[in-house]
């Protein structure tokens, strides 16, 4: 194992006040440093400014849910990277930030220039400290929670393993604060959760177990381990690395076949879609079958939304239900002049076409 990622999610890093555990925090960069000492570079998908943020201000006013995340982030946001500063640094190892927002996944020269970032740091021996840039961000345009951004981070950055740590040991078959529940230790590609998963949220982060599962299955299958735990347990990390088959945890199992690059990026790509198009059956059973095969002009019987030429535009069945995203090789003008045509070049080459 040479790179993970790791996701510390808000409810690992601060108290039920809100304000930050040191105690903990200081834990895991111990954990960390072990883990850098033996060979394995280390990206960190950080939560806990907006909660950081919130216990330094007393807000006697009312604001909007949007105004509070931009204050409390932009306080919160310089108070955790200076702890994280301060407490690798007594381990002699070199940190650096990293705040991104969605739209700099929307297009392939942003999401390289991201990964270029973080691939010179690692390259370097620096840690990079990810977060979402709150202080910019607005609602449209963020992310479900940092479980949505640490998948894009792992698949861009092609880890070994995504760690998520939570404030429970992974998904139950049942109600976590009952006793009969236990701990499903490994979810198959194939496998069904819809039964065993929590709908509730976290008290100081945006996203919930549905999330955590939903991202988790998306990342193994493009062919990269997911791990979701615990992360106020006592050395979760050196264990989940050390001692991966004794340690309490969910593991998702990854797909046989890891999809490419480009694919990954398509992959998490569609909520930026252009404008989409309509497949006849037998076109959609082409594309979904076994068989590598382009969507063919001849296989469209419609176009919606206006798009350039290398735009992400979504794929749907007659139903109308989404079955896919790609990239687009016409704008939409082109396109609806050669639907329906035979020997015409593929609308999305197999290359840039991802199957959900």
Same mark, same amino acid.
């Given at each position: ?159 070994? !393993? ?6 429970? $040991?992974? /998904?139950?078959?049942?109600? @976590? ?5 236990? &701990? ?118 419609? !176009? ?6 290398? $735009?992400? /535009?979504?794929?749907?069945? @007659? ?5 896919? &995203? ?31």
């Amino acid at each position: 194992m040479k790179r993970i990622a790791v996701k510390i999610g808000s409810n690992v890093l601060t108290r039920d006040d809100g304000t930050l555990d040191v105690t903990r925090m200081s834990a895991l960069v111990d954990q960390v440093a072990v883990l850098r000492r033996e060979g394995i570079q280390v990206v960190l998908i950080s939560s806990g400014a907006v909660a950081s943020g919130r216990s330094e201000l007393a807000i006697n006013h009312h604001m909007d849910s949007v105004d509070q995340r931009q204050l409390f982030s932009a306080i919160g946001q310089a108070k955790l990277i200076n702890r994280y500063y301060e407490l690798f640094r007594d381990h002699h190892i070199t940190v650096g930030q990293v705040l991104t927002m969605k739209e700099n996944f929307s297009t392939r020269r942003h999401y390289l220039n991201q990964r270029n970032c973080m691939e010179v740091m690692l390259e370097n021996g620096v840690i990079p400290i990810v977060n979402e840039n709150d202080t910019v961000s607005v609602t449209e345009l963020m992310f479900t929670d940092n479980d949505e951004l640490s998948g894009l981070i792992a698949t861009m950055l092609d880890v070994d !393993v995504l760690i998520i740590l939570s404030n429970i $040991d992974g /998904i139950y078959d049942g109600d @976590p604060k009952d006793a009969k529940s236990q &701990v499903v230790r490994s979810v198959e590609p194939d496998s069904d959760l819809k039964d065993y998963i929590q709908t509730g949220k976290s008290g100081f982060g945006r996203g919930g177990m549905i999330t955590k599962c939903n991202i988790a299955r998306k990342v193994a299958d493009e062919g990269i381990p997911v791990i979701i735990a615990n992360g106020k347990r006592d050395n979760i990390l050196i264990k989940l690395i050390q001692e991966p088959d004794t340690t309490l945890c969910t593991r998702f199992v990854p797909a046989k076949q890891p999809v490419s690059s480009i694919k990954k990026w398509i992959a998490h790509s569609g909520d930026f879609a252009k404008g989409s198009i309509t497949l006849n059956d037998k076109a959609v059973e082409a594309i979904c079958g076994s068989n590598a095969l382009s969507v063919l002009p001849i296989g469209v019987t419609a !176009v919606e939304g206006e798009f350039e030429k290398d $735009d992400i /535009i979504s794929i749907k069945n @007659p139903e109308g239900q989404e079955i896919g &995203v790609g990239r687009t090789s016409y704008d939409s003008a082109e396109a609806r002049k050669v639907i329906g045509h035979h020997s015409k070049k593929p609308l999305i080459h197999y290359d840039y076409l991802y199957i959900k």
